[in-house]
């Protein structure tokens, strides 16, 4: 499978405890994007990377959120203290960039449940 | 700030219908439309992407529009069958902002009962 890959799929975890998530593109994908989604809403946008640069992070990135991707490759986002508020599912994307006309193309997700 | 509204909320229609899905979207500065297909507690599949100096772009019983000046996309799904029942979502990639973010709708749930 050559698609976008997400891990772990589910995520149970108690309220204040920390979890991350890792996100594996398309092999050669120098985009990469999170999003979140709660139920019953279109995913929102919280943060891209072009290679290893941040590029831009949503104002739903609080400071308890922080993504990484350190060799241009996968990418980790890491939730720490986490609150109920945080339940949903985590969408990774990538795109191939420049001349793709920018088409995105989104692994399963990570779905968190903060008891 | 870019809206993006999806109407109907729910369709639900027999086997072999002909639906239309709407997007609409308030900021025409748009680079791109794409619409997708979430089935449920799964990720996106992409169906059709169409660029803003494009008017329509069609993958087997699949048809977009866009009419950009408008603001409007539509999704023609022809014959429907019941695989096609899952949620329908456009999303529009605003020229201007950063390259590559999309803005969501809510979703269209289809339900195709045989």
């Known amino acids: 499978d050559t698609g976008v890959s997400q891990d772990p799929r589910h995520k149970i975890t108690k309220r204040g405890q920390n979890v991350t998530f890792r996100c594996d593109p398309i092999s050669e994908h120098n985009r990469l994007y999170w999003y979140r989604q709660t139920l019953g809403q279109g995913p929102e946008f919280l943060t891209y990377?072009?290679?290893?640069?941040?590029?831009?992070k949503s104002r739903l990135l609080s400071d308890r959120f922080s993504a990484e991707r350190p060799k241009g490759s996968f990418s980790t986002l890491e939730i720490q203290r986490t609150e109920q508020g945080d339940s949903a599912m985590y969408l990774c994307a990538s795109s191939p960039g420049r001349g793709s006309h920018n088409e995105q193309f989104f692994g399963p997700g990570t779905r968190l449940t903060v008891l | 700030k870019q809206e993006v509204t999806q109407i109907p909320a729910a369709l639900s229609v027999p086997e072999g219908e002909n639906l239309v899905l709407n997007c609409s979207f308030t900021d025409s500065a748009i680079y791109n439309l794409q619409w997708f297909r979430q089935d449920p507690g799964k990720g996106l599949t992409s169906l059709l992407l169409?660029?803003?100096?494009?008017r329509e772009q069609t993958s087997g019983r699949l048809n977009a529009s866009l009419d950009k000046s408008s603001g409007r996309s539509t999704l023609y799904i022809a014959a429907s069958q019941p695989g096609d029942s899952a949620t329908y979502l456009c999303?529009?990639?605003?020229?201007?902002?950063?390259?590559?973010?999309?803005?969501f709708g809510r979703g269209t749930q289809l339900t195709v009962w045989p």
């Open positions: 990377f072009q290679n290893e640069a941040q590029l831009e």
């Open positions: 169409i660029q803003s100096s494009q």
């Open positions: 999303a529009v990639n605003r020229r201007g902002s950063t390259l590559g973010r999309l803005y």
